[in-house]
Every structure is written in structure tokens, then in C-alpha cells.
Nanobody, 127 residues
Framework: QVQLVESGGGSGQAGGSLSLSCAAP????????WAWFGQAPGKERAGVAA???????AYADSVKGRFTFSKDNAKNTLYLQMNSLKPEDTAMYYC?????????????????????WGQGTQVTVSS
């Protein structure tokens, strides 16, 4: 089973920045669709940002203008730069990947569109 590996996260202050990274060692280039999902305690997992193999990105309204999802093809690693953090950004963040996806524009931020997941990394933002 392919395992996605996340790193980064941790604790930050409101207005600060954190960065997450994700990779699938040996398999990163096999995936064409990637996304980050956040899950706060007691809430459902929700799409935060998505990127496809052409570098097209999409963001949840709550993070637009603050988060940036990017790929480094040379390093086979994806990054989520989180700026202007807010306490409501506090959540467990999961990296997800998929090989194929129909109607990416519609499905890109839906958890059930992805079959490959990381273990999650905690982000906690204090006010």
C-alpha cells in the first residue's frame, strides 16, 4: 500500500506562518491529483487546497489568499504554505492523492475523490 508522508505543521500564532509538505516516496510522480484536507475536532474532513499535474490549484474560500499549494517536481514533494494563520485553521491536516479523477473541477476538494492518504499532521494556531 502506497503511503503518503506528511511533515511540517506544529504550533503557530495567529498572523504567523506554517508550512506542510507531502510526498509518496517512490510513487510521487505516479499521482496526478493532490489535495490537503483539514479536520477539526468534532467536524468532518474538509478540502483545503488541491492541485493537479498541470499545476492548476483550487482553494477553499476560507483559505484563499492565505494558503498556497505548490509542487516541486525535482524533489517530488508538494508544499502547503500557510500564511496569515487564524485560530480556526487549527485542525489535523491530511495529504491525499489520486491517480485518476473525473471532473476534477467538481471533485477536487471532496474527500471521497481520493484513495491515498497520509497519517495527518497537526496544526494548532493560538490567538
Amino acid at each position: 500500500q502506497v503511503q503518503l508522508v506528511e511533515s511540517g505543521g506544529g504550533s503557530g500564532q495567529a498572523g504567523g506562518s506554517l508550512s506542510l509538505s507531502c510526498a509518496a516516496p517512490g510513487y510521487t510522480s505516479s499521482f496526478y491529483f493532490w489535495a490537503w484536507f483539514g479536520q477539526a475536532p468534532g467536524k468532518e474532513r474538509a478540502g483545503v487546497a488541491a492541485i493537479d499535474s498541470d499545476g492548476r490549484t483550487a482553494y477553499a474560500d476560507s483559505v484563499k489568499g492565505r494558503f498556497t499549494f505548490s509542487k516541486d517536481n525535482a524533489k517530488n514533494t508538494l508544499y502547503l504554505q500557510m500564511n496569515s494563520l487564524k485560530p480556526e485553521d487549527t485542525a489535523m491536516y491530511y495529504c491525499a492523492a489520486e491517480v485518476t479523477m473525473r471532473l476534477w473541477v467538481l471533485n477536487r476538494l471532496l474527500p471521497n475523490a481520493y484513495n491515498y492518504w497520509g497519517q495527518g499532521t497537526q496544526v494548532t494556531v493560538s490567538s
